[in-house]
């Protein structure tokens, strides 16, 4: 069972939800193309790869709405960090950054995604929520 602090990588502002205050936000228009390119795709394959706790279909691309519902929305974790599920999508299309310390830690993971067991989805899951409501 994986324990300890549970960190939330921050939602972009320009995606709109019905709990957006309930979560950090930061730019999207600001963030991308300011990762690494040998990056995107490593660490993209991380967000992506790792356990999805829950998805809630696609939405559309604030960068490029002609694009449409493309974005996958919903929410991601390796147990230790959580995700909007979306960060994958524009670390691989735009190279946006993500906190340094988060880099740092799927790095120390060789970017291998992580699929929890099903107590163990569900003990993050837990501990996402708790956070959520402080």
Known sequence: MIEGIMRILPAF?????????????VSLRDSAGKLAESLR????????GST???SAGNVADPLDEAKGPVVPFGFSTDGEWAWPTYWAYFVREYGTSVPSDFLMHAQSRGFTPVELDDDEAR????????????
């Open 13 to 25: 502002s320009e995606i709109e939800t019905a709990d957006a205050d309930r979560f950090e936000q």
């Open 41 to 48: 795709d490593p660490l993209a394959q991380y967000l992506g």
């Open 52 to 54: 999805v706790l829950m």
């Open 123 to 134: 003990s993050a899951a837990d501990r996402i929520q708790q956070l959520l409501e402080k």
